[in-house]
């Protein structure tokens, strides 16, 4: 007879830069080398991750799940990108996946973000909220499924304000100022 039992305290906090080297060993171990040619991470280089939109999930001192929220421009309108995210290999089905979904969607919606584009399986992030993006509307920039390009309003109505090239996010180009969504 197993007379082990493990239970676990899993905590959701958001990201702060300590966590970083376990996280990029996550997506290593998750995506490998051909992460970086990806549209989506093309959308996020260069650029950080919002801290108080990307979250971890942990088991005590042991990361065991990240999700990141990092800020982009459709058609020159402030937007988010999600991904990656993901959780640990052992660690599936348990709905960890699903809670770092939904306190980085909340986090977002509660900062004031409109819209959250990202990469991926309809049938998992479609219950969060994400649909396909109608053909053709967003551009990336590198090579992608138009299957997967998926988009969540955060707001009734956002889509509709979200058409054209998605590319980094940069200050400069939409002028400090301006308000964020
Ligand atoms: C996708 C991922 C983050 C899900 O994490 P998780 O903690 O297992 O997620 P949850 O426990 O919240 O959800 C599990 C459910 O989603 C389903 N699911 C997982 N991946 C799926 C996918 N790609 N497409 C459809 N459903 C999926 C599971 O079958 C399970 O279904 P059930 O609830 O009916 O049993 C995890 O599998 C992972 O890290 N994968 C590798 C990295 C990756 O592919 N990330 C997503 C990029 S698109």
Do not use: H, W
Request: charged share 25%; net charge negative.
């Amino acid at each position: 007879m197993n007379d082990t039992l493990k239970l676990l305290t899993i905590i959701i906090r958001p990201e702060n830069s300590a966590d970083d080297d376990t996280i990029e060993a996550l997506a290593e171990a998750a995506f490998g080398p051909g992460r970086f040619a990806r549209a989506a991470f093309r959308l996020r280089e260069g650029v950080e991750a919002e801290d108080s939109l990307s979250f971890v999930a942990t088991d005590g001192e042991k990361i065991i799940g990240s999700v990141r929220q990092t800020k982009i421009l459709i058609g020159g309108r402030v937007a988010l990108v999600l991904g990656p995210l993901i959780t640990d290999p052992s660690l599936r089905n348990l709905g960890i996946g699903r809670e770092l979904m939904n306190r980085a969607l909340l986090e977002a919606q509660r900062e004031g973000y409109e819209y959250v584009l990202l990469v991926g399986d309809e049938p998992y992030y479609g219950k969060f909220g994400f649909e396909r993006v109608k053909p053709g509307s967003v551009t990336l920039p590198g090579p992608a499924d138009p299957m997967r390009i998926l988009g969540c309003e955060l707001v009734p109505g956002a889509a509709a304000r979200y058409s054209g090239p998605a590319t980094r996010f940069n200050e400069e180009a939409i002028g400090k100022s301006l308000p964020l969504v």
